[in-house]
Every structure is written in C-alpha cells, then in structure tokens.
C-alpha cells in the first residue's frame, strides 16, 4: 500500500517538536542571516531594541521594588493610587 505524503499549504499553520530538527543548506542559512542583519541593522529595529532594553530595565527596577516591599500588588479598588 502506497503512503500519501501531506503536500505543505501556506495557508494552513503546522506544529512541531521542540526536538525536531530541520536542514536548511548554507544557501538558505545565508539568505536567513543576511535578511536579520539587514533587518536589525535599521534605525526602526534599532529603536526598538533599545526600547525593548528599557523595558527590562523597568522591569528589574520594579522587581527590586517589590522584594523590597516598595511596591505592592495593586489590588483593584475606587480608589485611586501613583500605580500601573
């Protein structure tokens, strides 16, 4: 008995492994990376990774405050309050 083999269907979302490996030839490897680079290397992702670098940085600042017992969970209420 003959094995039908799915055809791929951009229209359509797949799934995976996590351990599932994938081989793409250097060709493609090159076109991968030099599509990041390209990408990354614009004032626009620039921006962003460096928004994305404060975010964290107000994030660690906000954790500190809440080991510390500087902030607190916000619990919601009528009243207002200096939180987010």
């Known amino acids: 008995m003959e094995v039908v083999k799915e055809q791929f269907n951009p229209n359509k ?3 995976w492994q996590p351990t599932d490996v994938f081989e793409i030839s250097g ?3 090159g076109l991968l990376l030099n599509a990041l680079r ?3 290397m614009t004032e626009e992702a620039q921006r962003i990774l460096l928004i994305q670098e404060a975010s964290n940085a107000v994030e660690n ?3 500190k405050g809440v080991e510390s017992g500087i902030a607190v969970e916000h619990i919601a209420d009528n009243e207002s309050s200096n939180s987010l």
């Open 38 to 40: 390209a990408t990354l």
């Open 27 to 29: 060709a493609e490897f």
């Open 13 to 15: 979302k797949y799934k």
């Open 61 to 63: 600042i906000l954790a």
